[in-house]
């Protein structure tokens, strides 16, 4: 039989943990392309990139390798290419292609 729950249940707010956001605040950061960052907040982080006209993209990884793309470029090679991403705790991140032009994180 499948669970149910209602909306006038009442949850122990104490055995979830917090979620992305909660108690977190957005700064500014400095990225440099090519270069694996680690996320050794404790917690999932977000990362805002814009990077110069050219392409590039943004990649989470396990390890400081491979990975999955999580951000790319618009298609036009006239403006600038912005993405926003969640990187899990303990997990690498970078972004790729040519120069940040601005980044910030939510951690």
Known sequence: MASVIRGDD???SGAIAEGIG???SYATTT???GTWYQNTTG???AIYYQLNTGGGNAKVSTTASGGFIVGGPDGDS???DNGYF???DT???RTSG???LNATMLS
Do not use: K
């Open 31 to 33: 990225l440099t392309t």
């Open 91 to 93: 997990h690498y991140y």
């Open 43 to 45: 917690r999932a982080i």
């Open 22 to 24: 909660e108690n977190q």
């Open 78 to 80: 006239g403006t600038w």
């Open 98 to 100: 040519s120069a940040n």
């Open 10 to 12: 009442n949850f122990d």
């Open 86 to 88: 969640i990187v899990p």
